[in-house]
């Protein structure tokens, strides 16, 4: 059974970087899409952005150029590099691996993220 646990969320100042982790255990990464979520305060889950089993990436338009998703398979671990944050950003992130053919979902526990002064 595929576990996800995010890492790396915290409270950074407008204009910083914060660098999240997704360790998955259970899973090859052939047979799973990956996505990083995102719920601002008050409002509903949104999508950051796509890293499908090939590696290719596809990023919302709130966070294009300022977002990069990576991997490392032999840590069995997905990153969300975040650049020039904005408090629009605040959100709990989620990280979510979706199986290609069965299109069963998987989802971290959420890791918080503060931008502020």
């Known amino acids: 059974q595929v576990t996800l646990v995010e890492s790396g969320g915290g409270l950074v100042q407008p204009g910083g970087s914060l660098r999240l982790s997704c360790e998955a255990s259970g899973m090859q990464f052939n047979l799973y899409n990956m996505a990083w979520y995102r719920q601002p305060p008050g409002k509903g889950r949104e999508l950051v952005g796509t890293f499908s089993w090939d590696a290719t990436p596809h990023y919302a338009d709130s966070v294009k150029g300022r977002f990069t998703f990576s991997r490392d398979m032999r840590k069995g671990m997905v990153f969300l590099q975040m650049n020039t944050l904005n408090p629009e950003d605040t959100a709990v992130y989620y990280c979510?691996?979706?199986?290609?053919?069965?299109?069963?979902?998987?989802w971290g526990q959420g890791t918080q993220v503060t931008v502020s002064s």
């Open positions: 979510n691996a979706r199986h290609r053919f069965t299109r069963t979902e998987f």
